[in-house]
């Protein structure tokens, strides 16, 4: 099925559309590089002190992370298969909600994060509720790894995957920074790059890709994309038998109005 390059995102069944995907989700999407994190928390108070809503968690990726660094984090996330699928942590409680109604209360928060889940949410509603959420003094962090297409495996993954997924419109439109940088909500927004490299064997480069939601499972597109990612792994593998997914990880951080 062919969908308009400009449909929102946010239109296309957000709630459920990973549902079917979650053993490939857990299994093979990649964290975040240390230093994202480190920015993300630089200037806050010490991680201990701080409660954290990390919105969109999905399988808690995100939420561990922070959690190791002693964050107390309410994972909000709307899909049961995702939230049922989480590794648990100590400092993660997950909770069912959307990024437009996280049922949290106002201003109980020290810092929003969002890890590759903006792009979902509808934007306007998104980010007056992670205002009245955050205290006056905290501060929201979005955050994106993007496929370095400098690299030449990452480049030609980004190929495949998106002829497989018949150029389905959030291949092109992962990084949805517009609706921060226009908002009323909040303000000094600014962006950091890291790099990061995912390490995958040919199960997990497989697996990378058939955890994106927008990816047939079965069907002609489904072999080819299983038949050319088996070449892309033999071109490209060292002699531990692995390849690395490039990423240029974007963490933008805003700090919320002032009424």
Same mark, same amino acid.
């Given at each position: 099925?062919?969908?308009?390059?400009?449909?929102?995102?946010?239109?296309?069944?957000?709630?459920?559309?990973?549902?079917?995907?979650?053993?490939?989700?857990?299994k093979y999407?990649?964290?975040?590089?240390?230093?994202?994190?480190?920015?993300?928390?630089?200037?806050?108070?010490?991680?201990?002190?701080?409660?954290? =809503?990390?919105?969109?968690?999905?399988?808690?990726?995100?939420?561990? *992370?922070? &959690? #190791?660094?002693?964050?107390? %984090?309410? !994972?909000?996330?709307?899909?049961?298969?995702?939230?049922?699928?989480?590794?648990?942590?100590?400092?993660?409680?997950?909770?069912?909600?959307?990024?437009?109604?996280?049922?949290?209360?106002?201003?109980?928060?020290?810092?929003?994060?969002?890890?590759?889940?903006?792009?979902?949410?509808?934007?306007?509603?998104?980010?007056?509720?992670?205002?009245?959420?955050l205290k006056?003094?905290?501060?929201? =962090?979005?955050?994106?790894?993007?496929?370095?297409?400098?690299?030449? *495996?990452? &480049? #030609?993954?980004?190929?495949? %995957?998106? !002829?497989?997924?018949?150029?389905?419109?959030?291949?092109?439109?992962?990084?949805?920074?517009?609706?921060?940088?226009?908002?009323?909500?909040?303000?000094?927004?600014?962006?950091?790059?890291?790099?990061?490299?995912?390490?995958?064997?040919?199960?997990?480069?497989?697996?990378?890709?058939?955890?994106?939601?927008?990816?047939?499972?079965?069907?002609?597109?489904?072999?080819?994309?299983?038949?050319?990612?088996?070449?892309?792994?033999?071109?490209?593998?060292?002699?531990?038998?692995?390849?690395?997914?490039?990423?240029?990880?974007?963490?933008?951080?805003?700090?919320?109005?002032?009424?």
């Amino acid at each position: 099925m062919t969908t308009n390059p400009e449909t929102p995102l946010h239109t296309l069944n957000p709630l459920t559309r990973f549902s079917d995907r979650v053993d490939d989700y857990v299994k093979y999407r990649p964290s975040y590089p240390a230093a994202a994190i480190d920015k993300i928390l630089e200037g806050l108070a010490p991680p201990s002190q701080l409660v954290a =809503a990390d919105i969109g968690a999905g399988t808690g990726i995100s939420s561990r *992370l922070l &959690a #190791e660094r002693g964050v107390s %984090v309410i !994972a909000i996330e709307p899909n049961t298969a995702m939230r049922e699928a989480a590794e648990p942590h100590p400092l993660v409680e997950f909770r069912d909600g959307t990024a437009e109604v996280t049922n949290l209360s106002d201003a109980s928060v020290d810092l929003v994060t969002c890890f590759q889940a903006f792009h979902w949410f509808n934007p306007e509603p998104t980010l007056s509720e992670f205002r009245r959420i955050l205290k006056p003094s905290g501060r929201l =962090a979005v955050v994106w790894n993007n496929r370095d297409k400098e690299d030449a *495996l990452t &480049a #030609e993954y980004n190929r495949l %995957v998106r !002829a497989a997924s018949n150029h389905h419109p959030a291949e092109s439109r992962m990084k949805t920074v517009e609706p921060l940088l226009g908002t009323k909500h909040f303000v000094n927004v600014r962006e950091y790059t890291f790099v990061y490299r995912h390490e995958l064997d040919l199960t997990g480069l497989i697996g990378r890709a058939t955890s994106a939601s927008y990816v047939p499972r079965a069907g002609e597109a489904y072999e080819q994309l299983i038949s050319s990612l088996q070449e892309l792994y033999q071109r490209f593998c060292d002699e531990r038998a692995f390849v690395y997914m490039v990423y240029r990880t974007s963490v933008h951080l805003a700090e919320p109005i002032k009424n």
